[in-house]
């Protein structure tokens, strides 16, 4: 499985980003995708995760409210709409997919939230 994100950069506070991620490659073993970031000097975390079906999400307490995950199977993509952003959201967010057949990371997308 191959991830691919894209979808970050930089916005004032307050504003929104959407993070993409495509997946390819052996899609049909995957069974959960979520969205971590990791900002400098911290470690990586968990901000949102989704079932392949779309069908069960859980949300960082620090992100609900503001941020929704979404999955388009007939695209393979997930996304990530990221909204009332904070500087405290600044951070490499990276994709990650989880199956029977191991667990992938995408390559990282970063994202910078100016106060």
């Known amino acids: 499985v191959q991830l691919v994100e894209s979808g970050g950069g930089l916005v004032q506070a307050g504003g929104s980003l959407r993070l993409s991620c495509a997946a390819s490659g052996s899609t049909f073993s995957i069974n959960t995708m979520g969205w971590y970031r990791q900002a400098p000097g911290k470690q990586r975390e968990l901000v949102a995760q989704i079932t392949s079906g779309g069908g069960s999400t859980n949300y960082a307490d620090s992100v609900k409210g503001r941020f929704t995950i979404s999955i388009d199977n007939a695209k393979n993509t997930m996304y990530l709409q990221m909204n009332s952003l904070k500087p405290e959201d600044t951070a490499v967010y990276y994709c990650?997919?989880?199956?029977?057949?191991?667990?992938?990371w995408g390559q990282g997308t970063q994202v910078t939230v100016s106060s």
């Open positions: 990650n997919a989880r199956g029977g057949l191991g667990k992938y």
